[in-house]
């Protein structure tokens, strides 16, 4: 129990969290140190419960409201740029080159969802996920913030585990801000890069 002002004891609310006005400000436990409270500053001053918020003073806060649209049967050229559903990059193989450590890559198996219903299985390796990031740039220059970094290079751990689960998933990212973005997915760079 906390002990207001006035001397009247204020019991705590469900979270275990005093519902005294002056909950936020912080109180000097017994060793003389400052305790303070978990409630943010911006609710310090803003007092509110579910009977003072009312649906008439919440419209009169904001002019426009969330609307939400169902867009299940629009057929619109953008809509139809859609077609992937889900994209995962199940494993990854290294690839020996011809002698020990030279020449050897890795090779990512890829799986996009359609929205047909049928998985398209793809291989790539990382400097085709470059060289796609690469190309987007030139075709939508304006859109280049859509697209999220490639995960980095690097000479010494490119093989190592780890190294390679943190890749894979930045290029699981990449390749679904890239495969569900309307405007990439109906590019002719993107169907090349799936397809060659």
């Given at each position: 129990m906390e002990t207001s002002d006035s001397g009247l004891q204020q019991p705590p609310n469900e979270n275990g969290?005093?519902?005294?006005p002056h909950h936020g400000r912080g109180k000097a436990s017994a060793d003389g140190q400052q305790r303070h409270s978990i409630t943010p500053p911006f609710w310090q001053s803003h007092?509110?419960?579910d009977s003072t918020f009312s649906h008439a003073s919440y419209e009169n806060r904001t002019s426009n409201p969330i609307r939400l649209e169902?867009?299940?049967?629009?057929?619109?050229e953008q809509t139809k740029a859609c077609w992937a559903r889900h994209v995962t990059i199940d494993d990854y193989v290294i690839i020996s080159?011809?002698?020990?450590?030279?020449g050897a890559?890795?090779?990512?198996n890829c799986t996009v969802e359609t929205l047909d219903g049928g998985?398209?299985?793809i291989r790539k390796r990382y400097s085709e996920f470059d060289r796609l990031r690469s190309n987007l740039i030139k075709t939508f220059p304006h859109a280049t913030g859509s697209?999220?970094?490639?995960?980095p290079k690097s000479v010494i751990s490119r093989f190592r585990p780890r190294f390679l689960e943190r890749r894979k998933s930045g290029l699981f990212y990449f390749l679904n801000c890239v495969l569900l973005n309307p405007e990439f997915a109906g590019s002719p760079v993107l169907k090349e890069f799936l397809f060659s």
């Open positions: 969290l005093s519902s005294s007092q509110r419960n169902d867009h299940t049967d629009d057929t619109s080159g011809n002698a020990p450590g030279v890559y890795v090779v990512w998985p398209l299985k697209l999220p970094p490639l995960p």
